[in-house]
């Protein structure tokens, strides 16, 4: 299980972007993170592997403390974590196989990581994890040969070679287009019932949500300001739908738009 525990992030700017956050996740949900950009989305995603340190509160997961571990417990723990990105952060000019690898550097020596040294075993785990995520033929390709898509599909391969029990995605899909964000959000829930991985996603589209979410949270302005089943977000209110995104947002369809 995940706990949030009363998370606090203050920016040096004096933003707060996460304002006395508690909840918990249980072992193989798959958890939408809903809210405007500026809500605090990605950075909850962030304090919860500390990419960002938050300022107070607690973070665990099982009996792992992650806010208090230090430099060598963290490396254990974010073992268990992967991470998916927006903007895929892969290293452009190297290769598929090479990126995939990256995933598994928490498993290797400190001395071993500087150098990128892996051994047969992690070269055959990470070409089945490409052919898992569907292109096994491109672990040669220089990863800036591949199309949007298949950049997060190395991503999330990437996240794979950790033998994570829980993956946080970043806005995963946001640069991605309808049907191409079907397949990725797919390859999420498939890992998530095969897998039983616990899956933690921040989107923006309430149709997404609706179709791959076991259950939602809504932030404003660093706060939760709602939580619910796949049920309960069908049946939003336009009242609760104003509390999560503002007087001004409207509904189009199950797109969030603004107000003129």
Known sequence: MLRVVHLTKV??????????VSFEVADGEFLAIIGL???????????????????SGEIWLDDANVTSANRRQLRT???RIGMVFQQFNLVKRSSVITNVLAGRLGYISPWYSLIQHFGKQDYAKAQQALVRVGIGDKANNRADELSGGQQQRVGIA????????VILADEPVASLDPVL??????????????????????LHHLDLVQRYATR?????????VYTGDRD????????????IYGEEAIRLGSVVGEGA
């Open 37 to 55: 950009s500026g809500s605090g989305k990605s950075t909850l995603l962030r304090c919860i592997n500390r990419l960002v340190e938050p300022t």
């Open 158 to 165: 990437r996240a794979l070679m950790q033998t994570p029990s």
């Open 232 to 243: 309960a977000i069908r049946k939003l209110t336009d009242d609760q739908f104003k509390e």
């Open 216 to 224: 939602i949270i809504g932030l404003r302005d660093g706060k939760i």
């Open 181 to 202: 964000a079907h397949s990725i959000l797919g390859m999420l829930e498939q890992l998530n019932k095969q897998d039983k991985i616990t899956v933690l996603c921040s």
């Open 77 to 79: 723990i974010r073992r």
């Open 11 to 20: 920016y040096s700017t004096g933003t707060r972007a996460l304002d006395d």
